[in-house]
């Protein structure tokens, strides 16, 4: 078993920056990638970013290209989200996840963290 705890979220302006954290305990050798995943109201969860463990790659979600930007500390089994130009569309639950492959499809991630919410004024 993996544990996921989100933390970070708020509510910010549009134009602003927010930084979500995700602190993985557990069985954290199991999981290769961490990702990051939203759901806004209404609308079916979405990706957002993903960072494999080994070799740092990453990826992003069309929408976030270019103003969010993942990274990890693998001592420390911590992920970040680092959010700039946040706009009101961002709004959502943001939910940090763990899998044992290098994927962006969310059917592949096994442990999911509670989810924080980030809301964005204009």
């Known amino acids: 078993q993996v544990q996921l705890v989100e933390s970070g979220g708020g509510l910010v302006q549009a134009g602003d920056s927010l930084t979500l954290s995700c602190a993985a305990s557990?069985?954290?050798?199991?999981?290769?990638?961490m990702g990051w995943f939203r759901q806004a109201p209404g609308k079916e969860r979405e990706f957002v970013a993903a960072?494999?463990?080994?070799?740092?790659?990453?990826d992003y979600g069309d929408s976030v290209k270019g103003r969010f930007t993942i990274s990890g500390d693998n001592a420390k089994n911590t992920v970040h989200l680092q959010m700039n130009s946040l706009k009101p569309e961002d709004t959502a639950v943001y939910y940090c996840?763990?899998?044992?492959?290098?994927?962006?499809?969310?059917?592949?991630?096994?442990?999911w963290g509670q989810g924080t919410q980030v809301t964005v004024s204009s």
């Open positions: 996840a763990a899998s044992r492959v290098p994927s962006i499809r969310q059917n592949e991630y096994r442990y």
């Open positions: 557990g069985r954290t050798f199991s999981s290769r990638t």
């Open positions: 960072i494999s463990w080994s070799g740092g790659r990453t």
